[in-house]
């Protein structure tokens, strides 16, 4: 394994409450043991949560994400919403756009890629997430659907923006299937060989039903930066071991 570092990044989705703050106690006191600067650990809890997670990570190396922002960067009219600024005033470094299961609630290309110029523009730090559906990989759509993905999704991005795309096949999400090693290493080439003529700074993450049991299988794709991680990552004690079984 090459020495570059890792992202684990926790997607809690429309889980947790003040109550769960307490667990990921061990998480930073794990973070804070393991001196080694291999890793970088973000957590994406609901909307409800950030603030106390900004304030609680705040002093250690942990991050907070948040899990998707309104297209508009201006302030308005959108109830129930929040914009980038909002995230940025927070204290909150990360967003994930595009996640299919809000793709799948009718969020289309030309949104998300409001979205990241949005995030973009206050500063937030853009996990963008791409992956084909089941019937879409039966009909050996990926490629078509992954390029269209990117290419709708980071349209108008500037070469030197920093990005981190995360592949998630939709299959995958929480589902406990992974793609075998030899399917996820063709898509994460393919995607690689794209996002690379257009940023110079990216880093591709998988995300899909990764676990403590899949973990060891995964890492032998060493052109992964990292994960983003659903299920698994609301418990403490199978993100830390998803964390040491990378590195052990
Ligand atoms: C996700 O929703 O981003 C995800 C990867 O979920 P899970 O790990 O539960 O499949």
């Not at 667990?23 to 994406?44: A, D």
């Not at 791409?130 to 490629?143: L, P, V, Y």
């Not at 999400?173 to 996002?195: C, Q, R």
Request: some cysteine; aromatic content about 10%.
């Amino acid at each position: 394994m090459t020495n570059k570092i890792r992202y684990f990044i926790a997607n809690w989705k429309m889980y947790g409450d003040l109550g769960s703050l307490k667990s990921i106690k061990n998480v930073i006191k794990f973070s804070r043991l393991s001196k080694s600067k291999k890793f970088k650990i973000i957590y994406c809890p609901p909307y409800t949560l950030l603030s106390d997670f900004v304030d609680t990570l705040k002093k250690s190396s942990i991050e907070t994400g948040a899990q998707n922002i309104h297209e508009n960067y201006d302030f308005g009219a959108h109830t129930g919403f929040i914009n980038s600024k909002m995230l940025k005033n927070l204290g909150v470094k990360y967003v994930i756009i595009g996640h299919s299961e809000n793709r799948t609630l009718g969020e289309d290309h030309k949104q998300i890629n409001k979205k990241i110029l949005s995030a973009i523009k206050s500063k937030l730090n853009v996990i963008f997430c791409i992956g084909e559906t089941s019937f879409q990989r039966k009909n050996k759509k990926t490629n078509i659907i992954l390029k269209k993905q990117i290419m709708n999704g980071l349209k108008g991005i500037g070469k030197k923006c920093k990005i981190i795309v995360a592949y998630e096949p939709v299959w995958s999400i929480g589902t406990g299937v992974v793609p075998n090693n030899l399917e996820l290493e063709k898509n994460i080439k393919f995607i690689k060989s794209i996002i690379s003529k257009k940023f110079n700074n990216y880093k591709i993450l998988y995300g899909g039903s990764v676990s403590p049991n899949n973990i060891k299988r995964l890492n032998m794709i060493d052109l992964l930066d990292g994960y983003l991680i659903g299920g698994a990552s609301q418990s403490s004690k199978k993100l830390i071991d998803i964390i040491k079984k990378t590195f052990n």
